[in-house]
């Protein structure tokens, strides 16, 4: 095992060679207080708050994995979690570390997410993993897109029209912005399943 220290969290995975260790992965969703998470033989264990619990890995129903960049963190990934009762529980790739700061835990979450993939395929869980956004939710975005871009358009051709060009080329710029922010988060979100030996990597930090 290995152990460091992350904004006052200890972060604990399990060696290369050791593929039955216990993995552990916390993180602060607000400056108080962690959530924790170990893998263990029992199956997935849990700490949130006051409320604890053990899953095992057959238990878990669906797992969905997705992108979720805040304005403090364009780097932050989301799984969520459910049991077969209906539960759901969270894991983020980031953790507060001050007032100000939201810091990336990339590869802490990276492996402990794969270990809990695997951990679940030896264990013959049948549960349902999905990539993306809900679909809903990813038709809106998409026609969201579509109608900026027909806006910003409009406007784009009226100030080339009428000479302002300072303010086209402030559009451009704003365009781009836009879309490699918003783009981005609905390229990553695509609605799809995957399997457990095929996680989606553009959903992995």
Known sequence: MSTRENGGLAIVTGLANAAEADFRYAYKASLIGAHQFELTDEGLSW????????????????????????????????????????????????????????????????????????????????????????PKLYAVAIVFLALVAVAMSGLLVRAIATGEFAGALFLVGFAALFAWQVGGFVRRNRPRTYTFDRLPQTLLP
């Open 47 to 134: 700490q949130i708050g006051g409320k604890a619990g053990v899953w095992p890995f057959g238990d878990i129903a669906a797992i969905r994995l997705s992108y979720r960049p805040v304005s403090m963190q364009s780097r932050r990934f989301r799984a969520d979690i459910e049991h077969a009762n209906g539960q759901r529980i969270a894991i983020l790739s980031t953790s507060w570390q001050t007032v100000a700061l939201v810091a990336p835990q990339d590869k802490d979450y990276h492996a402990f997410i794969t270990q809990l993939h695997q951990r679940m395929e030896n264990a013959g869980a049948r549960a349902t993993l999905i990539g993306g956004i809900r």
